[in-house]
């Protein structure tokens, strides 16, 4: 060997050696600076007197593939500088799922002009009232659970039922069932008081299904048994029988003992449709002295009931309101302010 080769070879391994103990020192230093560029920067410094010598470029080839691969297998995690800049390495965010709205849509939270079914406490007839009501559903599962657990607006109303819950409400072809917590049937104390209750029901039923000519009928269950207190198993479903049972007149407004304003006042219910208009007649509720009377007129009509109307003029005072008309009538007591 020449001393030519000599003075390679000994380029060479110092080459290695340096590069060696900057792997050696940069990994015992916990700092900021890139490992790659030390060993660019020292190995740059070699460059002239390597690369003077034929001889040593298999040596630099081999020390470049080497840097290379270091470069890229050291972790590029946390924070470097390069010179005077700051560099982070940023993991993106990962996308958030965005919900999609699923399902049906909602239902509204309250359900206006409810019919129910009430039943007077003198005369133990049916009498409608148009409620607003919490949605429990559809309106047949509303209504139905309104006559079971809503006390009537009117103080001359009550329901037949008193408490409980509905358990399913459907409707299948002229089928309504309705299947009702054993609960529910606390009150049919006697045959009466049961039949009542479920007049009360089956109008109410039929009614939120909108069956204006009374081609549904009505199976009511206790808990999916067809077998209901005093009543036992009735030998056919229920069904509205014309107008029996119910009233076929009533005042609707005002509701009894109800605080109104003074003034113009209009009173409102409803008629058996082919009854006729109802006379109404106010007068004081300590003396019954009549301040206005006179004819009803008609607002609307539908296939059952022609709905009527009565204005008058009155100041402060208790009053009473009789609606009469060929042996039927109603009477409500209300307060005017």
């Not at 002239?48 to 890229?72: D, E, K």
């Amino acid at each position: 060997m020449t001393d030519d080769q000599r003075r390679t070879h000994g380029s060479a391994d110092e080459d290695i050696t340096t590069m060696r103990d900057t792997l050696h020192g940069d990994a015992d230093r916990n700092e900021s600076e890139n490992r790659s560029d030390v060993l660019l920067r020292r190995i740059g410094s070699h460059d002239q007197r390597s690369v003077a010598v034929h001889a040593g470029w298999p040596w630099l080839i081999a020390l470049g593939v080497l840097v290379l691969i270091l470069g890229i297998s050291i972790p590029m995690v946390g924070s470097r500088r390069v010179g005077n800049i700051s560099l982070t390495r940023v993991t993106p965010p990962t996308p958030s799922a965005t919900a999609t709205p699923s399902g049906p849509p909602s239902l509204p939270t309250v359900q206006r002009g409810v019919v129910v079914y009430e039943v007077g406490r003198d005369d133990g007839l049916l009498y409608r009232e148009f409620r607003d009501l919490a949605t429990q559903g559809d309106t047949l599962r509303t209504a139905v659970a309104a006559v079971l657990n809503v006390a009537p607006l009117d103080a001359d109303y009550r329901s037949r039922w008193d408490g409980g819950s509905v358990l399913s409400a459907t409707v299948a072809q002229s089928l309504i069932t309705l299947d009702l917590s054993k609960s529910a049937f606390s009150t049919f104390t006697s045959e009466q008081a049961a039949s009542q209750a479920v007049l009360q029901m089956v109008y109410t039923a039929t009614t939120a299904v909108d069956d204006r000519n009374a081609q549904k009928r009505v199976r009511i269950l206790m808990e999916g048994s067809r077998e209901l207190p005093q009543l036992g198993v009735p030998a056919a479903d229920f069904a509205c029988e014309g107008v029996i049972g119910l009233a076929g007149l009533w005042i609707r407004q005002p509701d009894s003992h109800q605080r109104i304003d003074s003034g113009e006042v209009a009173i409102t219910g409803f008629i058996l449709r082919g009854e006729g208009l109802p006379q109404i007649r106010i007068g004081t509720a300590d003396s019954d002295t009549i301040i206005d009377e006179g004819d009803a007129e008609q607002l609307s009509v539908d296939s059952s009931w022609v709905e009527w109307r009565y204005a008058a003029t009155i100041g402060p005072g208790e009053y009473t309101v009789t609606a009469s008309h060929d042996g039927r009538s109603d009477t409500k007591t209300f307060v005017a302010e």
